[in-house]
């Protein structure tokens, strides 16, 4: 069984920093990608970046720039560094991963931005 747990989020100044970990544990295989989406209230859940190996990364068009998102093969942890956080970027942050066509989603951790 697959386990994500997702650590790193609080609240943060318009402006500031935050990076948030998502930790898998379980049957995780090398081939897999990983990602973070975000789900605002009120609104439905999207995608923020998403990381296939070490070199494949997509973004959201409104994070480009700000965040980066990384990974760490050993520790089968992905990471999200967000800079410049501005209140749109507020909600509840879901790591999620893919392996062998099959998704699994953690808890979610809550980001606020105060303005």
């Known amino acids: 069984q697959v386990q994500l747990v997702e650590s790193g989020g609080g609240m943060v100044q318009s402006g500031g920093s935050l990076r948030l970990s998502c930790a898998a544990s379980g049957s995780i295989f090398r081939v897999n990608v990983m990602g973070w989406y975000r789900q605002a209230p009120g609104q439905k859940r999207e995608l923020v970046a998403v990381i296939a190996d070490s070199v494949r990364t997509n973004y959201a068009d409104s994070v480009k720039g700000r965040f980066t998102i990384s990974r760490d093969n050993g520790r089968n942890t992905i990471y999200l560094q967000m800079n410049s956080l501005n209140p749109d970027d507020t909600g509840i942050y879901y790591c999620?991963?893919?392996?062998?066509?099959?998704?699994?989603w953690g808890k979610g951790t809550l980001v606020t931005v105060s303005s």
């Open positions: 999620n991963l893919i392996v062998r066509g099959v998704e699994y």
